[in-house]
């Protein structure tokens, strides 16, 4: 009896013993909410499983007119730690105040485009965005600084655990460069290709791959060309001789038929969010290469 | 211009022409806002045909969308003899903000599509295509024919429902074949111009037949006459001003409707009523500018700039040599900014040739200049604001006070 008792102690020391260096706290996962599916792929990236990582938007929202539900605001509160793209990519993050869960924002250490808008305009044509383009995690580069970012907010809840995430992250970041150099090379043949593109949102991604936007179509999301500038639209893409456009999924399907078919352009929807972040980098590179017609 | 405009105008006119006509009897039924009622029940039939996994643009999402407008039409039709317990437009508001909110929700649970409910609500009509007008034609004809044949009754019940009542089921049949004519009318328009184009069609121009000519036949004249010429001067405005398409024919709707307003009031007026009016106006901007100079003040930003001695007047004349050589610098600016940016935009379009060094310092220069231009925004802001110290008292004050002593003499001979 007393030995099944001892035998019974010693059996539970030792399922208990592995655990043990972590110590008890810490075996408890971060719960992490981002505000895009790509930074949760990016956050799951350097955590690991050491993270429990929740993402209020799917890749098919719009992230500017996202209404926030109360289940959300209940993990949002419940957080250790969250993730945004920043800028004014997400006007309604203002709204919801929780100053005690720190927050990382994303774009910190990011070399931004467009950061500087003609306070005197001469056209009508300027972008919405006031602090530079945040489409920023479309150049798979900016994953080095985007997870240099989480990595420290991640390291200032666990010290303990920094070496760990360090890790992790090296090993996404030389499978995400091998990739990157892969990609890089089916896309070779359209360096300096002309495109137009239907919202100014893939500046980062032609500035990594070398396609070259020449205009946006939509500058302000929402409201429709003027007939004056659509027809001048049409006219530089047939003098120029541009033949491709870039549409996100959200584009006006009506727009899209028109430039296609006026300005003599063949299209090709690529996405701007996913769950995976490789995967949606394989996604629209090979939707480019399947449909984009080299200069 | 003509290619581009030719389709859009055309579709304005199918529009025109069946719109106008229904508005006749939506404004005689006193339903103004069953037509923005619909069109939401037709966008929440689109959320649910996107739940169901069909694309926001296919056969199948129509259909949804008509069957929704359809069950809706029929709800209005039904609730219209119970008019004295609860009155239509309120069975209509409701149905409008319920079907809004169910839209939320169901949209929620399948968000790929929520930009293209909010885009098929604003509607492009610059981008319509000759195969939508075409259909709409054949589909518009036919309802047209519908009810010219059956004109005698749906007259009769839009326009004299005490008429029918002896005849209550009768009354509700010609019930349905309207509001479910109207669905279909709705469900079809909205796709092409959006809820707003779509209202002001409706409502505008047999509104505003309605004001001038009393006769039914010549209502319909005049408002298809109106709904024609409104929608060719909204798009030649889009086209001359720059202006997004659809938005700019509503705007012309609205510019004729408040001409015809202006003129309506200037008819009545009396000699001793404009200038009870002036008088008032004087008060009404003099005082904010005595009490407030430095406050926005549009109307006088606006004179300033048809008349700029208003503001000349009350500068010194070294201010005056500084505000003209500040709009000297900003118009030079402008025009080397215009070049420039024009230059830059071949380069980034490929129609020049340039060396990407120098593009770049091109875009650097075009950049570096547009600041500088706002810095002689600043000086003239500045005198703006030195001007309206002094209009305080010298522009502000005689007008506050002429006003006031106007006023006060107009009110007292009535008395």
């Not at chain 1, 109360?70 to 949002?76: C, D, M, N, S």
Request: net charge positive; hydrophobic share 50%.
């Amino acid at each position: 009896m007393r030995r099944a008792f001892y035998a019974r102690t010693f059996a539970l020391a030792l399922t208990a013993l592995p655990a043990a260096p972590h110590g008890g706290l810490s075996q408890e996962k971060i719960r992490v909410v981002t505000t895009s599916a790509d930074l949760k792929s990016l956050a799951e990236a350097v955590g690991g499983d050491r993270l429990q990582v929740e993402s209020l938007t799917t890749p098919e929202q719009d992230p500017h007119t996202f209404e926030v539900k109360p289940a959300q605001l209940t993990r949002l509160r419940n957080a250790s730690l969250i993730v945004r793209i920043g800028l004014d990519h997400e006007p309604w993050f203002a709204r919801l105040s929780s100053p005690t869960v720190p927050v990382v924002d994303a774009s910190k250490s990011v070399r931004l485009l467009q950061t500087a808008i003609p306070r005197l305009r001469v056209e009508r044509r300027a972008h919405v965005h006031a602090f530079g383009n945040t489409h920023y995690w479309l150049d798979p580069r900016n994953a080095q600084p985007i997870t240099a970012s989480i990595l420290a907010g991640l390291a200032a809840l666990r010290p303990g655990e920094k070496a760990a995430f360090e890790a992790n992250r090296d090993r996404f970041l030389s499978r995400l460069e091998e990739r990157i150099a892969a990609w890089e090379k089916t896309l070779e043949r359209f360096r300096g290709t002309k495109v137009v593109v239907v919202h100014d949102s893939w500046a980062y991604f032609a500035d990594r791959f070398g396609l070259q936007i020449v205009a946006a179509a939509e500058p302000h999301p929402g409201i429709p060309p003027s007939p004056a500038e659509l027809a001048m639209l049409f006219k530089r893409m047939r003098e120029s001789n541009v033949r491709n456009l870039i549409a996100d999924p959200h584009a006006n399907p009506a727009l899209v038929q028109q430039i296609t078919a006026k300005g003599g352009a063949r299209a090709v929807t690529l996405l701007p969010s996913g769950t995976d972040y490789i995967a949606l980098f394989e996604e629209n590179v090979k939707r480019l290469s399947a449909t984009l017609d080299p200069d | 211009m003509i290619e581009l405009l030719l389709w859009p105008l055309l579709a304005g006119l199918v529009l025109t022409s069946i719109h106008a006509y229904f508005g006749l009897h939506v404004l005689a039924r006193g339903v103004v806002f069953v037509d923005l009622s619909l069109a939401q029940v037709a966008a929440l039939g689109l959320t649910v045909a996107i739940l169901a996994g069909h694309p926001v643009h296919s056969e199948a999402a129509y259909w949804y969308a008509l069957a929704f407008a359809i069950a809706g039409a029929i709800l209005f039709a039904t609730a219209r003899p119970y008019e004295s317990s609860l009155p239509q437009e309120a069975v209509i508001g409701i149905v409008y903000a319920v079907s809004a909110a169910l839209a939320v929700i169901v949209l929620d649970r399948a968000p790929l599509g929520a930009e293209h409910i909010k885009q098929i609500l604003i509607g492009s009509i610059l981008t319509v295509t000759p195969s939508d007008v075409g259909l709409l034609v054949l589909l518009y004809g036919a309802i047209g024919v519908l009810h010219f044949v059956c004109r005698r009754p749906l007259t009769e019940v839009s326009f004299h429902p005490q008429l029918v009542t002896s005849l209550p089921r009768g009354a509700f049949v010609w019930d349905i074949v309207f509001y479910v004519s109207f669905a279909l009318v709705v469900t079809s328009s909205v796709r092409i111009a959006g809820v707003l184009l779509v209202f002001s069609y409706l409502i505008v121009p047999a509104g505003l037949a309605g004001v001038l000519v009393s006769d039914l036949r010549r209502r319909l004249m005049l408002a298809w006459g109106l709904g024609a010429l409104l929608t060719a001067l909204g798009l030649y405005a889009s086209w001359s001003w720059d202006l997004p398409t659809g938005p700019a024919i509503v705007t012309a709707f609205g510019a004729a409707t408040a001409l015809v307003g202006l003129g309506a009031v200037a008819r009545q007026l009396t000699r001793r009523r404009a200038g009870i009016v002036a008088c008032g106006l004087a008060i009404f901007i003099g005082l904010p500018l005595v009490a407030f100079p430095q406050v926005d003040q549009p109307w006088l930003d606006a004179l300033e700039d048809m008349a700029p001695v208003l503001q000349t007047g009350f500068l010194t004349s070294s201010e005056r040599a500084t505000r003209t050589e500040a709009i000297e610098s900003i118009e030079r600016a402008r025009a080397e900014l215009a070049r420039l940016g024009a230059l830059n935009q071949d380069v980034q379009w490929g129609k020049v040739e340039m060396e990407p060094e120098k593009a770049e310092r091109l875009r650097q220069y075009l950049m570096g200049k547009s600041e500088i231009s706002a810095g002689d925004q600043l000086v003239l802001r500045h005198l703006r604001s030195t001007a309206r110290e002094h209009q305080r008292f010298g522009l502000g004050l005689p007008l506050f006070i002429a006003g006031g002593c106007g006023l006060y003499a107009l009110l007292r001979r009535v008395s």
